[in-house]
């Protein structure tokens, strides 16, 4: 039997494992990723990308590709309630656009998971030549990981397929989905309400370009018979979700091709409608979080860690944050440059936001649950569906507090809905703020000088230039007018809430690991900074 030492084994490849294998790889981790399946999803179980998601796809190079096998925002960006997709009362509200895209470079984008898996499996075996440290992440399907034992030294694995091998690893990224078995070996439990429905997917093929440019929707509620459409490309693929009652005696079974067909017709609302049925999936609709997300060297991500209703398609971006999270504070113990103490602050920062999120779904299913029981009118319902579709303060306006982040003693911005609106602040252990800069070549982004590394941001002139030199950072001046620096914004130094002589420290995740808003520069004081954020015995 083969044997192979490694850094990380990820199990899972899905987009959350397949993200943690990029980032891996990003910061030059030598990863082993395992999934038990063959090839990449057949099925589209998610579609919506949020906008911080689309950021991490900026920065890795691939959110041109994304977006040209995605469906283009303005059309599909919506929700719709009606009868059917056909009736004269379908109602059809889009997103605010022009509200929600000034607070980054990119914006919420639908694309179907099974052709998202493709570019990231791609993206996971071949890094983007434009960070030197990348390393390919080696990725096998068709393998499974049937035996894991921890040791002193971190994990022990055998896994099975075409090759069978003992792999051994500091470290374990568990992605392998809601029934994890890695999970369940460790012994660790979820917490949550009991399943809100079993439900039924129905994919199918057919030509809806009958129906006017204002009944396409990303999803569409549907009350005779209570269903959901969704949009899976903006082509001919589309998807109803419907559900059963095991306690009357219903079953994935009673879904046979007759009733699929009858199911499709009565959604759309035309009863001789062409149908070809492309697949049948069923599935369990649940709200639960995993009670850790760490077992000594073996971390849970995605929905091995926390499992959220589809509604308001968070559960997919969610884990690719996890997988963000962990992956750089892998790297920096892993590379000698942390201490182990680093780790603990995973489970600190994403299990709060894992709650928080699948909370919100859960509202939003009940949202659902009430207009689906026709306890809501039309036009309420409608309104409620529109105003749940626009989340960025659940998506960008979360925040960090753990010992990787290093407070300035500001509170937190006041937010009149904290799950709609987000306000932008560069606090310690927010997300930094998206500020359109002028470069040599154009505009960028204050998010395009961010990753895999530190980043140091600070007034021209400043003197934090001078006084990161030599430290693992990379620091970046920012000038109001032209001059010597090659970066110039008017406001971006107040919306950091910065001073001539202020400095602001992103860690390589995106969120801001300390700010000081205008003090002398000092080396020590950075260093000393680093040694905290970083969990070094100074």
Known sequence: MKELDIEVLVVGGGPVGLCAAIELSRHGISTLLVERHSGTSVFPKARLITTRTMELFRAWGIQDEVESVGMPREEYLAVGVGSSLAAGDFVRAAAELERDTPQSPT?????????????????????????????????????????????????????????????????????????????????????????????????????????????????????????????????????????????????????????????????????????????????????????????????LAGDAAHVATPQGGFGMNCGIQDAHNLAWKLAAVLRGEAGEGLLDTYEAERRPIAARTVDESLTNALITRQMMGGLLPMDEALRRQADRRSSEGLVLGHHYDSSAVVPDGTPPPAVEDPYRDHVPTARPGHRAPHVWLTGEDGRISTLDLLGPRFTLLTPAGSGWLRAADGLPVRAVEIAETGGAAALTSPTWAKEYGLGPCGAVLVRPDGHVAWRVRDDAPSPGALEAVLATVLARRR
């Not at 179907?112 to 898996?117: G, K, R, S």
């Open 107 to 299: 914006y919420t984008y639908l694309c179907a998971q099974d052709v998202l898996e493709v570019v990231l499996r791609r993206l996971a075996r071949a890094p983007a030549s434009s960070v030197s440290s990348a390393t390919p992440a080696e990725v096998r399907f068709g393998a499974a990981m049937t035996r894991m034992t921890v040791t002193d030294s971190g994990v022990e694995a055998l896994v099975e397929g075409p090759e069978p091998t003992l792999v051994r690893c500091r470290y374990l990224v568990a992605a392998d989905g809601s029934r994890s078995g890695v999970r369940e070996s460790l012994g660790i439990s979820t917490e949550g309400p009991p399943p809100l429905g079993h439900m039924i997917s129905i994919m199918f093929e057919a030509d809806l370009g009958f129906l006017p440019a204002d009944r396409r929707a990303a999803l569409s509620f549907l009350t005779d018979p209570p269903c959901a459409v969704e949009a899976v490309d903006h082509g001919l693929r589309w998807m109803v979700q419907t559900g059963y009652d095991p306690e009357r005696g219903g079953s994935p079974e009673d879904f046979t091709e007759e009733v699929c067909l009858r199911a499709v017709r009565a959604a759309v609302g035309v009863p001789d409608l062409p149908v070809t049925l492309l697949g049948v999936m069923p599935w369990l609709q649940q709200a639960r979080v995993a009670t850790a997300f760490r077992a000594g060297p073996v971390f």
